[in-house]
């Protein structure tokens, strides 16, 4: 990442957006061959509608003119504009869409959407005041099936590992069991239990179980609501076994058990080992109603969950009807900024030139942008050598940016084009000459550890 006196805004060198922009595209390419639509919607949303999501704690970024800036330092009036701020996600956004377009739109309506949000939080690795998410939702008119909370992580699973990057686990859980085991054990400050139990990777069980001590829940109940937060297996026979042998029972754990055992069993059908039930996953469980998601990728746990969401049954309400849905985000910048620092992935070459064709003199340079219209022409990215240096500095200067090959225009119309990695160089003709198509684009591989 190239140095920035503004922290908190990441800016890639030109590799590393190489890189950004593979991991785009291949999300982009994996929701649109599961059939999501993709959407864009404005970067402002009026303060009412951000803060009505309970989210001020993500310190949104007021919007005001300057001209109403300068006017109140004067001590002047000046016109009174609508409150406003930038996007702090996408969830909220999209709810508003649903709502406005809910009469245009076909349920269950399946969006993916890739843009940048703010937040102003305080910068740290993995952690920007400006970053890109990546989300996929299915919202339903009234009502969304449950096998759609199965579906959404296995499509998130598959994005995620196809990019060149370590395996990636995604891990559930689901919002009624946790509330089921707190009911059964008589804990009524739920809220209480799941912000001290989102810690315990942070403050250790030690430090959960003195939280949880001053939030009124006693040691025995603190015990139990541990030892539910150390299972975590691909298994839904050892996730109802290990639950069962805690002694908590009633009809709400029941069907998030249904719920959960079932997501698990249909993964290991569709993507053996790739989603896994984590049940100390307490993170937005005051938000979602059903499962819950967060991941990591192995060997890379210290940066946390890239990918998370769930499910939720009010997303958006317009008085009449509700909007029901399930939805996972990305955070995109956080991935690739772990992907160039780790490195875990490297692109081959710093530009998208394939070819640069070298320049024998200035007075000749027109022949040189004449072969490069006609290769450009046929969708080989192509460049002019900046000067008639010596061939061994135009050389130097294809070299310098991973370009592959260099074409020299013959005095008689008799061109050679020259691999510079191996120094092989044949006749070629601008009008039939084909790029290996291992080299017509930059290529993104995962770097071996």
């Known amino acids: 990442m190239a140095r920035t006196s503004l922290s908190g805004f990441p800016e890639w060198l030109p590799e590393g957006r190489i890189v950004e922009m593979h991991v785009l595209d291949e999300l982009r390419r994996v929701f649109e061959l599961h059939g999501f639509a993709g959407i864009e919607t404005r970067a402002v949303e ?16 007021v919007l005001d003119r300057l001209q109403a800036l300068k006017a109140a330092a004067s001590g002047a009036r000046a016109p009174k504009d609508k409150g406003m701020g930038l996007h702090f996600d996408l969830t909220v956004p999209f709810a508003r869409y649903v709502v406005e377009n809910a009469n245009e739109l076909d349920f269950p309506f399946k969006r993916y959407q890739i843009q940048k949000v703010w937040r102003g939080e305080r910068p740290q690795e993995g952690r920007f005041r400006e970053f890109t998410q990546a989300d996929i939702d299915v919202v339903g008119n009234g009502e969304l099936p449950f ?10 699973a598959e994005a995620l590992n196809n990019l060149p990057i370590p395996p990636v686990r995604v891990l559930v859980n689901n919002r009624k069991v946790v509330q089921g085991v707190c009911e059964s054990l008589g804990v009524t400050d739920v809220e209480a239990a799941l912000r001290g139990l989102d810690k315990i990777d942070k403050i250790g069980p030690e430090g959960v179980a003195q939280e ?14 541990l030892q539910m937060a150390q299972i975590r297996t691909a298994d839904s026979v050892e996730v109802r076994e290990r639950l069962g042998a805690l002694g908590v029972s009633g009809e709400l754990l029941e069907q998030g058990l249904r719920e959960l055992t079932a ?15 984590d049940l100390k996953i307490a993170r937005g ?17 210290d940066l946390g969950s890239i990918c998370s969401g769930g499910r939720y049954d009010s997303l958006a309400k317009d008085g009449k009807r509700t909007y029901p849905g399930v939805g996972l985000s990305i955070g995109v910048s956080r991935l690739v900024s772990r992907m160039i620092s780790a490195p875990l992935a490297r692109a081959s070459r710093k530009v998208p ?13 027109e022949r040189s942008e004449e072969i490069a219209a006609i290769l450009r022409s046929r969708g080989i990215s192509t460049d002019v050598a900046p000067s008639a240096a010596k061939f061994g500095k135009q050389i130097k200067f294809a070299d310098k940016r991973g370009i592959p090959f260099v074409w020299f ?7 050679t084009v020259k691999d510079i990695r191996t120094g092989e160089q044949v006749d ?5 000459w084909v790029v290996p198509e291992a080299d017509a684009a930059p290529s993104v591989e995962k770097v071996m550890p």
Request: proline residues 3%; aromatic residues 6%.
């Open 46 to 61: 009026t303060l009412a509608q951000l803060e009505a999501k309970g989210e001020t704690s993500k310190e949104i970024y």
């Open 263 to 277: 997501l698990l069993d249909t993964a290991n059908k569709r993507m053996p080992g790739a989603v896994v039930a």
């Open 212 to 225: 949880l001590a001053e939030s009124g829940i006693d040691g025995d109940q603190a015990s139990v609501l």
């Open 147 to 156: 096998h759609f909370e199965v579906d959404l992580p296995l499509v998130m």
């Open 285 to 301: 469980l005051d938000y979602y109603t059903g499962s819950v998601y967060e991941s990591e990728i192995e060997g890379h746990e």
């Open 353 to 365: 030139t394939a070819v640069v064709v070298a320049v024998t003199n200035e007075e000749r340079r």
């Open 409 to 415: 225009p013959g005095e008689d119309g008799a061109d």
């Open 428 to 432: 070629a003709d601008a009008a039939t």
